[in-house]
């Protein structure tokens, strides 16, 4: 079935007159994969519907780190897990659900789990939060992806918290417009939450960083015109 499936993929890629990838390390990857020509790939980020995610950060009281995604192995939900541990006296929310939600009956005190929130509602979930929490595993497919859930964070001007992988750093600078991390360090994750707890003006800057970076890169209007460039070369 595998095989079977493979073989599908290769002839779908190799029969399109253009592949659009979410970041140059997923078109990379997939030229390599499926034998397609790089210079047949273009990238388009992901970006973040903005008739629902729209700036409006201010955190609340006490500090509290939001997490919102799937439960799955690409998330890094260990070296979250540990961060808390590392740093107990600060709280994280975790809103969502998945095949590791087993795991969250042994979490840290620390750890908050709404396992539902209405799409529309994430915004204002976003807007609380002192900071975003990205995907931290150290899987292969988490070097290539920015997930939904960081566009979505920039979107609201929130600062973000991610790992250091290759993808993310098509998009965001450490210490500028967001803080990464070494993928599955849960040390250096809690450093950077400690970081920002104490030092709220940093949080500041990096939130308006991350937005800056967001509408030159990843708004609605950026990413419509790159589409329309993308189609018009077809034809």
């Given amino acids: 079935r595998a095989r079977l499936l493979s073989a599908i993929d290769r002839r779908a890629f190799r ?18 994969l499926t034998g397609v020509p790089r210079e047949r790939f273009s990238v388009c980020l992901v970006g973040a519907e903005e008739r629902v995610f729209r700036p409006g950060w201010s955190p609340a009281e006490p500090f509290t780190a939001l997490f919102v995604g799937k439960l799955i192995p690409l998330h890094g939900l260990d070296t979250i897990f540990e961060a808390a541990r590392l740093a107990p006296e600060l709280g994280i929310r ?46 292969d ?12 964070a920039l979107a609201c001007g929130t600062p973000l918290v991610t790992a250091d992988t ?36 940093t949080a500041a800057r990096l939130a308006a960083a991350g937005y800056a970076v967001y509408r030159e890169r990843a708004s609605e209007g950026v990413l419509g015109r790159r589409w329309r460039t993308l189609l018009e070369g077809l034809t």
């Fill in 166 to 201: 290759p993808a993310a750093r098509e998009l965001l600078v450490d210490d500028e417009s967001a803080l990464l991390v070494p993928p599955g360090d849960p040390t250096a994750l809690a450093a950077a939450l400690h970081r920002l707890a104490a030092q709220p003006d």
């Fill in 94 to 139: 975790i809103v969502g659900s998945g095949q590791l939600e087993h795991v969250l009956a042994d979490r840290p005190p620390n750890i908050e789990w709404v396992r539902w929130v209405d799409y529309e509602r994430l915004p204002a979930e976003l807007h609380v939060a002192s900071c975003a929490l990205g995907i931290f595993g150290t899987s």
């Fill in 15 to 32: 029969s399109a007159d253009l592949v659009v990838a979410d970041t140059e390390a997923h078109a990379d990857y997939l030229a390599e």
């Fill in 141 to 152: 497919k988490a070097r290539r992806v920015i997930p939904n859930k960081a566009f979505q």
